[in-house]
């Protein structure tokens, strides 16, 4: 049980951080996080919509990840 309860916070720390990277990835409306790092002035590698598309999916994805393994680790914890 101990193997689990590591590989899952493992898991969770991993996709916490992936999680966090994608969202920045995304193209900014204006003034927020993803212009203080170079939103706004690489407003033609951002503007393909299969682009922006296939980073939702992967974003959301990631999103299902980092929640299953919230409630499997909180599962664990309450189990053992």
Sequence with gaps: ??????TLI???T?????LILL?????GKGGGMS???GGGMSSSL???GVAERNLNRFTTLVAIVW???IILLG????FT
Excluded: C, P, Q
């Design 1 to 6: 049980m101990e193997i689990l309860n590591w």
């Design 10 to 12: 493992a898991l969770l």
């Design 14 to 18: 991993l996709t916490s951080a992936f």
């Design 23 to 27: 969202i920045l990835m995304h193209k």
């Design 35 to 37: 212009d203080m790092f």
């Design 46 to 48: 951002g503007s393909s």
């Design 67 to 69: 929640v299953a393994s």
């Design 75 to 78: 599962v664990v914890v309450r």
